[in-house]
């Protein structure tokens, strides 16, 4: 299995709504990734997670609480979102780098998220 | 830091014809370079990859890269396109740190084949 799945494809929500993303991977990877694409743009890093364990927060703003579960899951928690944070939300997993196995990652199909 | 430079934002080109994609590097350090496919509401695909050894770098639908150290280039290429490569690519270094790879993508490069 090298699918990396993503629960829901879209999701539409209002600024005080509460919602989560889900990611999942069944892989064997312990490095687990949350990007941010605008339209027409490369995708930007938010949070890196390696062994269930925040190992890199992007400066992203709090209304974005990301959670490892387990070495399966990654959620995100979303929270008084704003129009401008409308874009497609992808997980990436990948093994951990080491000298022996540059692992490359592996990206989910994505979330749409739009902001009203 | 580590960059990446996508040369062009739109490649158009015919069915059958072949092309390129440039992508520069600045580092200083080894390097290890990606190409990835987005294909129209997806998320990416990676194409191929150099981490070190021979290279010219052999990948998924036919496209292949090559490794320039002297000009820092990664350029992608492939020798006839479909309609279905139409897509958007984009070249990514990675700075391995502390176990896990963070990538620095280029801005993309919008690929348009037409019959």
């Known amino acids: 299995d090298t699918e990396v799945t993503q629960t829901p494809k879209h999701l539409v929500m209002g600024m005080t709504n509460k919602k989560s993303l889900k990611c999942e991977q069944h892989m064997g990877h312990r490095v687990m990734y949350w990007y941010k694409q605008k339209a027409k743009k490369p995708p930007e890093l938010m949070f890196v997670y390696s062994y269930e364990k925040l190992s890199i927060n992007e400066s992203v703003p709090s209304r974005f609480s990301p959670e490892c579960p387990n070495s399966s899951l990654l959620n995100l928690h979303l929270h008084a979102l704003q129009p401008e944070d409308s874009a497609l939300y992808l997980c990436?997993?990948?093994?951990?780098?080491?000298?022996?196995?540059?692992?490359?990652?592996?990206f989910g199909p994505g979330t749409r998220l739009t902001v009203l | 830091a580590q960059s990446v430079t996508q040369l062009d934002s739109q490649v158009p080109v015919f069915e059958e014809a072949p092309v390129e994609l440039r992508c520069n590097y600045s580092?200083?350090?080894?390097?290890?370079l990606f190409w990835y496919v987005q294909y129209p509401n997806q998320g990416l695909q990676l194409l191929l990859k150099?981490?070190?050894?021979?290279?010219l770098v052999k990948g998924i639908n036919g496209f292949e890269a090559e490794f320039n150290k002297s000009q820092t280039s990664f350029h992608l290429r492939k020798p006839s396109v479909h309609i279905s490569d139409t897509a958007e690519y984009f070249c990514a270094v990675s700075e391995p740190s502390g176990g896990y790879n963070k990538l620095i993508f280029g801005a993309g490069t919008r690929l348009a084949v037409h019959p």
């Open positions: 580092s200083s350090v080894s390097v290890y």
């Open positions: 150099y981490l070190s050894g021979s290279t």
């Open positions: 990436a997993s990948s093994q951990v780098w080491t000298s022996g196995a540059q692992g490359e990652q592996f």
